[in-house]
């Protein structure tokens, strides 16, 4: 009784009610869907209630083994995977640079180029989508520019297969750099300005200031930003879906547009639109850990 009595502590007790809400609401909104929607994945469900349902019947994973035999799935994978590198390659190392120069005073007018880049970010991805669209169509600004420097040129961006996807890529680069920019440039402010003016008067140039002092101090924040660019990743959907709609022949497609295909365009296929789901959580688990794992070994300190 005594062990009891010393574990049901007043602490213990404010702890746990301050704890309990967040932990129902997540498992409210996050852990019971997952959940469900892996269930789902295994059964028969073609729409209906699902609860007491007598055609409702475990298929085990057949729809994974149909998801993976889909050609439609390996290019959506694909184009993910193109937008991961955009993000994690692109996105990150131009933020870092633009925070950099900014933080440094390497240019003038840092607030106005700070301010500048960071637009796109707040504007709405539709709308964001749609101007972009109009920019790279046949009769867009895009267009006219290219007949300038090669007189006949036709644009066939968006009805290439093999041509499409890059539009969207550049639109992404240019849209979130931004929030990478902010992340880094809050995370600089926090380095101590004596330890670099130290490095500088033992005769540390810019380029050793940034590979022996910002970079590893900065190392929790990268893998951070990691994470970030590849959650964001991999549930890209409405920029896709307002500037290509996953076409010509869905070779723009993501995974998260394949999913809503599947889901809610033309005959319903909910199990496979979950299957695609659980996928896409378990394929971001894995790769966050292979970057906490890279962290781990190779990071710095921050």
Same mark, same amino acid.
């Given at each position: 009784?005594?062990?009891? *009595?010393?574990?049901?502590?007043?602490?213990?007790?404010?702890?746990?009610?301050?704890?309990?809400?967040?932990?129902?609401?997540?498992? #409210?909104?996050? *852990?019971?869907?997952?959940?469900?929607?892996?269930?789902?994945?295994?059964?028969?469900?073609?729409?209906?209630?699902?609860?007491?349902?007598?055609?409702?019947?475990?298929?085990?994973?057949?729809?994974? &083994?149909?998801?993976?035999?889909?050609?439609?799935?390996?290019?959506?994978?694909?184009?993910?995977? $193109?937008?991961?590198?955009?993000?994690?390659?692109?996105?990150?190392?131009?933020?870092?640079?633009? #925070?950099?120069?900014?933080?440094?005073? $390497?240019?003038?007018?840092?607030?106005?180029?700070?301010? &500048? @880049?960071?637009?796109?970010?707040? @504007?709405?991805?539709?709308?964001?989508?749609?101007?972009?669209?109009?920019?790279?169509?046949?009769?867009?600004?895009?267009?006219?520019?290219?007949?300038? $420097?090669?007189?006949?040129?036709?644009?066939?961006?968006?009805?290439?297969?093999?041509?499409?996807?890059?539009?969207?890529?550049?639109?992404?680069?240019?849209?979130?750099?931004?929030?990478?920019?902010? @992340?880094?440039? %809050?995370?600089?402010?926090?380095?101590?300005?004596?330890?670099?003016? *130290?490095?500088?008067?033992?005769?540390?140039?810019?380029?050793?200031?940034?590979?022996?002092?910002?970079?590893?101090?900065?190392?929790?924040?990268?893998?951070?930003?990691?994470?970030?660019?590849?959650?964001?990743?991999?549930?890209?959907?409405?920029?896709?879906? #307002?500037?290509?709609?996953?076409?010509?022949?869905?070779?723009?497609?993501?995974?998260? $547009?394949?999913?809503?295909?599947?889901?809610?365009?033309?005959?319903?296929?909910?199990?496979? *639109?979950?299957?695609?789901?659980?996928?896409?959580?378990?394929?971001?688990? %894995?790769?966050?850990?292979?970057?906490?794992?890279?962290?781990?070994?190779?990071?710095?300190?921050?």
């Amino acid at each position: 009784m005594k062990r009891v *009595a010393h574990w049901w502590t007043e602490e213990r007790r404010a702890y746990l009610l301050l704890v309990l809400p967040a932990v129902a609401v997540y498992w #409210a909104v996050m *852990a019971f869907p997952t959940v469900f929607s892996f269930i789902l994945s295994l059964t028969s469900y073609n729409g209906g209630p699902i609860f007491n349902n007598p055609n409702i019947q475990l298929v085990g994973f057949t729809h994974y &083994i149909r998801m993976f035999k889909d050609q439609y799935f390996w290019i959506s994978l694909k184009n993910n995977g $193109l937008i991961m590198a955009v993000s994690v390659f692109g996105q990150i190392p131009l933020g870092f640079l633009f #925070a950099y120069v900014i933080h440094r005073k $390497l240019v003038r007018f840092g607030d106005f180029f700070q301010t &500048i @880049i960071y637009l796109p970010c707040v @504007i709405s991805t539709i709308i964001v989508g749609r101007l972009w669209q109009s920019f790279f169509s046949p009769y867009g600004p895009f267009t006219e520019f290219m007949q300038k $420097l090669q007189p006949g040129w036709e644009n066939e961006l968006f009805f290439d297969p093999n041509l499409a996807i890059l539009p969207v890529l550049f639109v992404i680069l240019w849209m979130y750099t931004g929030t990478y920019m902010i @992340i880094f440039l %809050a995370n600089l402010q926090k380095i101590d300005p004596a330890l670099i003016e *130290a490095a500088r008067i033992d005769g540390a140039t810019e380029w050793q200031v940034l590979i022996r002092i910002m970079l590893p101090a900065l190392s929790g924040v990268i893998v951070t930003a990691c994470i970030l660019a590849i959650s964001g990743s991999l549930k890209s959907f409405d920029l896709l879906y #307002a500037m290509t709609g996953g076409n010509p022949a869905r070779r723009t497609s993501v995974l998260a $547009l394949y999913m809503y295909d599947n889901a809610f365009r033309h005959s319903p296929k909910y199990p496979l *639109a979950n299957a695609i789901s659980v996928f896409m959580v378990l394929l971001s688990f %894995a790769l966050i850990l292979m970057v906490r794992f890279t962290e781990a070994k190779f990071g710095g300190r921050e």
